[in-house]
């Protein structure tokens, strides 16, 4: 099972960026996608979540109504787009499928 996340940078409050998790070495559409972030000094915290099908998904209150989390079973990749970032979204964002987790991608969210 490979997860390999990519998309993260720098970028000025009010900005987006749009994060990809490509997946390889399991039936992706068998299972559900989460993402996950890890600020400076803080614990590891759930963002969003995808069912399988993509029919269902929520978020952390503190990204409801900035980010969407999105899939294609095509392409064996689930998105995490983040829009109207804050300093707060600062972070290291990871992919995650139940038992394996990506490298992570940095989001750095500064003036």
């Known amino acids: 099972v490979q997860l390999v996340e990519s998309g993260g940078g720098l970028v000025q409050p009010g900005g987006s960026l749009r994060l990809t998790c490509t997946s390889s070495?399991?039936?992706?559409?068998?299972?559900?996608m989460r993402w996950y972030r890890r600020a400076p000094g803080k614990e590891c915290e759930l963002v969003a979540f995808?069912?399988?099908?993509?029919?269902?998904?929520n978020f952390t209150p503190s990204v409801k109504g900035r980010f969407t989390i999105s899939r294609d079973n095509i392409k064996n990749t689930v998105y995490l787009q983040m829009d109207d970032l804050e300093p707060e979204d600062t972070a290291v964002y990871y992919c995650?499928?139940?038992?394996?987790w990506g490298q992570g991608t940095q989001v750095n969210v500064s003036s």
């Open positions: 995808i069912r399988n099908d993509g029919a269902i998904s």
């Open positions: 070495g399991f039936t992706f559409s068998d299972y559900d």
């Open positions: 995650k499928r139940v038992g394996f």
